[in-house]
């Protein structure tokens, strides 16, 4: 939903607009993630991925699990479990409530 240049932006904002309004779980995890994307991007998208994240933390919609020993945990159960799998993006994932 970030780039506007990206070959799904339209459908990921027209998603994003029939979920509303919902709550969203989501994790450290999956920010760092999200984050780390961008990083190699312009400045102009890291600049808003850094507001797009200040945003969703303090978003009273948005639920952010902090990062732990646990989560790690199970993210690396599943990473060791699949190996099969092609890279298919982060280990966690946002869920909709």
Known sequence: MLNPKDQLHKRAVSISQSLWPTSIVTTDEVLTEFLTYFAERSALLRQAAIQM??????????????????????????????????KSGSWGGAQIR
């Open 53 to 86: 994240v200040a945003r969703m933390r303090v978003d009273q919609a948005i639920t952010i699990a902090p990062q732990g020993r646990e989560t790690f945990d199970a993210g690396f159960r599943l990473f060791r479990a699949r190996l099969d799998k092609p």
